[in-house]
Structure formats: C-alpha cells, structure tokens
C-alpha cells in the first residue's frame, strides 16, 4: 500500500529491495481517497511498477497471475 509518505521509508526500500533479491512479485497499490499527486519510493518509479487503485478483486487476480 502506498500512501502520502510512504516514500518516506527506508524501511519500505529495504522491503521492496528484499522482494526483488527473493524474485518475489510486487504489487503496489494506493487508496482510492489518497492525495492525487503521491511520491512513490525511487524503486518503484526506477522499475516502472504499475501503480494501482486499491480494490479486493483485482488484488486477488494479481496475486494468482
């Protein structure tokens, strides 16, 4: 989940550089009420990760894909 300060983190960098050592999938989504201009975490903007609007279902189809 990504939200206004997020990219604040240097423990959501850690995370995220740990999930693409591990190969693991990285799903990023943010809330569908956040700020309209949020600052993702340099990796995120570095891998071109998509970015989507939280919502159950289509999280569920991305976990299995």
């Known amino acids: 989940m990504i939200s206004e ?3 604040t983190s240097h423990w959501v960098d850690w995370e995220l550089e740990e999930s693409i050592a591990n190969r693991d999938k990285i799903i990023c989504m943010g809330f ?3 700020p309209p201009q949020l600052r993702f975490p340099e990796i995120v903007a570095r891998l071109q990760l ?6 159950h279902e289509p ?3 991305l976990i299995n894909e």
Not at 50 to 55: E, G, I, N, P
Request: glycine fraction near 14%; hydrophobic fraction near 25%.
């Open 32 to 34: 569908n009420d956040g």
């Open 59 to 61: 999280l569920g189809k």
């Open 50 to 55: 998509t970015v989507y609007t939280w919502d």
């Open 5 to 7: 300060w997020t990219y």
